[in-house]
């Protein structure tokens, strides 16, 4: 596609239950990542893909926090017994490899909210 | 760890104004620097980039130097609009891949 598709665009969960996110990268882009962003925050990094690779997952928060993208390309991040403090917009970036000194392409997003 | 710290808002002007939004890092590394922005209801956008010192960034009557000497990043605007009201995230990535965000700015530009 033309851009990083997420989805859904809000997900509002209670307290103790799963979530899954989805996001469908730029075709051909090798790189993906995941941010977290609090409100009223900068994004914080929470884990990077390299193909179905995940090479760097050193900002999940927790071991409720999981990501997977098989093929290489959809990547999903699962929020297991979600809570409270989990309420927060979650960004997925991708790049082509090598060129994220160059910036990325972001996501418009998940709101997710934990009531 | 490598780190931002951006000018703290909000930031009101009116429009034509001159803008400044600061922005100094510490990186292990020699980073990339980025400025992203987030309009009301859309996603981040790249709005510039430097990838070495000396480097100036621009787009859109923005600019930023890239300062190794000062560690700094400074976001600057001759001449603001309505149009440029939105939230302005300084960034910074090195080798490891990620990148680390400021807190953000939000910057208001009343007509």
């Known amino acids: 596609g033309a851009g990083v598709s997420q989805s859904p665009r809000y997900k509002v969960a209670k307290r103790g239950q799963d979530v899954a996110l989805r996001c469908d990268p730029i075709?051909?882009?090798?790189?993906l990542f995941w941010y977290q962003q609090a409100l009223g925050q900068g994004p914080e990094f929470l884990t990077y893909f390299q193909n179905e690779a995940q090479l760097d997952k050193s900002g999940l928060p927790s071991d409720r926090f999981f990501a997977e993208r098989p093929e290489g390309s959809v990547s999903t991040l699962k929020i297991q017994r979600t809570q409270q403090e989990d309420s927060a917009v979650y960004l997925c970036?991708?790049?082509?490899?090598?060129?994220?000194?160059?910036?990325?392409?972001f996501g418009s997003g998940t709101r997710l909210t934990v009531v | 760890g490598d780190s931002v710290t951006q000018m703290e808002g909000p930031v009101t002007l009116s429009e034509e104004a001159f803008l400044t939004i600061n922005c100094t890092y510490t990186?292990?590394?020699?980073?990339?620097l980025f400025w992203y922005v987030q309009y009301p209801g859309e996603g981040l956008q790249l709005l510039l980039k430097?990838?070495?010192?000396?480097d100036k960034g621009s787009n859109k009557g923005f600019e930023a130097t890239y300062r190794k000497e000062t560690t700094s990043f400074h976001l600057e605007k001759g001449s603001v609009q309505v149009s440029d009201s939105a939230v302005y995230f300084c960034a910074l990535t090195t080798g490891a891949q990620k990148l680390v965000f400021g807190q953000g700015t939000r910057l208001t530009i009343n007509p």
């Open positions: 990186a292990t590394g020699y980073p990339s």
């Open positions: 075709s051909g882009h090798v790189s």
């Open positions: 430097a990838t070495k010192a000396d």
């Open positions: 970036a991708s790049s082509q490899l090598g060129q994220s000194v160059y910036g990325y392409t």
